[in-house]
């Protein structure tokens, strides 16, 4: 198989094709502590694009109550067992062992299988390129199984901590996971196709899955670790998040030629998600872009993390981890960077406080963001710690440099008229 750098392993695997990046990549940032779990992101997608007889079960976004939730359930234990049973004990991230070949890379290796590499000694031959599994039809059943069940204690069924308890960590927890298409660097679902019919564009990253060319073989629901790909029983083909493209690149009328966010972004009542463009080195690395958002908040803040990174398909997906979860669930959910997110999260500096406040203020895509700093209006204690607050302007700027929209740390205050003071 060929070599591919994977710059969130911080180091290079094995995929079967050679390597090939567009010029940007589509990605996302999702701040997991704000989702409120309305799924109105899931019905925004369903209301789009999956009302069809036969897509009945198919929720390309969806939203689910961690750790028990899952569409389709169990996915990310699933695969993970199957990952550990490949190589027992070696699925770890090794910290001394960081590469310096990218600066992307971070400050450790990941040591085990990728589910390329897995596959090589799992799998019989004719479908060794991807360890996965095919979910069984009841598995796709209840896509919000487990909401909002928190972890117990263990071993006393319906028994949750009695104690009132503070952060850092909460004894009872759960959240809220949001999900789409991760739109892979290396997509696992690509790579498994045995008729070619899943593509990644050149001018974007969206992988697009070619309904003319598919038959149905399921080879790629079988290899998306997400399980992101979805087969369709009355058309026999499968199908899958086209991340809203023609919203992405302007074609649609509603977007009046501008590069607009997808319909569950826009539709984000809790204002956790931000999509847009990211620019691509050719090694696959993100080129330097200091004042794109997503750079921003990946690269510099590094507060956005991957999901399951240990996969190998290098997604396009980065969340800013739930900060009340004990760490050896999010460590093993997004990978060692967790601890410096969460602090960095929890105690933002001035750049980073005004680029959180850019998430839903447009429906455009965000290209770039300037910082303009203001008076201090604050002056207190956060925790114990001292803690000051000052009124910064964020400006926030489209494809063509035009001012999108400016907003402050410091939030207007719109009072109802008297009139209407107990209406809605
Ligand atoms: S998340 Fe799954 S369906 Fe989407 S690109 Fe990655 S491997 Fe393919
Ligand atoms: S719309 Fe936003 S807040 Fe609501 S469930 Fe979806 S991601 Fe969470």
């Not at 059943?141 to 069924?157: A, F, L, R, V």
Request: aromatic fraction near 12%; glycine fraction near 8%; proline fraction near 8%.
């Amino acid at each position: 198989m060929p070599k591919v750098w994977n710059w969130q392993l911080g180091r290079g695997m094995e995929y079967p094709y050679d390597a090939a990046f567009p010029k940007r990549q589509f990605a996302f940032v999702f701040n997991i502590n704000r989702c409120i779990a309305c799924q109105s992101c899931t019905m925004a997608c369903k209301s789009t694009w999956t009302f069809n007889k036969g897509q009945e079960h198919m929720w390309w976004a969806n939203v689910e109550t961690k750790p028990y939730g899952g569409y389709p359930q169990f996915w990310d234990m699933k695969i993970l067992k199957l990952l550990d049973e490949a190589n027992p004990g070696g699925q770890v991230w090794n910290k001394s062992n960081g590469s310096t070949s990218s600066p992307q890379a971070g400050s450790a290796q990941f040591d085990g299988m990728t589910i390329f590499e897995a596959a090589k000694k799992k799998l019989t031959p004719e479908s060794a390129r991807v360890l996965g599994y095919l979910p069984e039809d009841h598995e796709w059943n209840s896509p919000n199984i487990y909401e909002d069940n928190p972890k117990g204690i263990k071993g006393k069924k319906y028994e949750l901590d009695k104690e009132g308890t503070e952060l850092p960590i909460h004894k009872t927890w759960f959240f809220y996971l949001a999900r789409i298409c991760n739109h892979c660097t290396y997509p696992a679902c690509l790579a498994a196709c045995p008729r070619k019919a899943i593509y990644k564009r050149p001018e974007d990253g969206i992988v697009l899955l070619d309904q003319e060319q598919c038959r149905g073989y399921r080879k790629c629901v079988e290899a998306c670790p997400y399980k992101k790909t979805m087969y369709r029983g009355n058309t026999r083909i499968s199908e899958k998040c086209i991340a809203c493209y023609p919203r992405v690149e302007g074609t649609d009328p509603e977007t009046k030629g501008k590069p607009m966010e997808t319909r569950c972004m826009a539709a984000c009542i809790g204002q956790i998600r931000m999509q847009g463009l990211v620019k691509m080195n050719t090694n696959g690395t993100w080129a330097e872009d200091r004042y794109n958002p997503l750079y921003y908040l990946v690269h510099v803040a590094k507060v956005a993390l991957p999901l399951y990174p240990q996969l190998g398909t290098a997604p396009n997906g980065y969340y800013i981890p739930p900060r009340w979860v004990p760490r050896p669930y999010l460590h093993q959910m997004f990978g060692p960077g967790v601890d410096a997110a969460i602090e960095r999260y929890m105690n933002p500096d001035r750049e980073l406080l005004a680029v959180l406040q850019l998430f839903r203020r447009s429906n455009m895509i965000i290209v770039s963001y300037k910082f303009q700093e203001g008076p201090k209006i604050y002056e207190g204690t956060l925790r114990g710690k001292p803690v000051s607050i000052y009124n910064d302007t964020v400006i926030a700027y489209g494809k063509d440099g035009e001012e999108l929209f400016r907003t402050t740390i410091d939030e207007p205050i719109h009072e109802r008229p008297a009139l209407h003071a107990n209406s809605i």
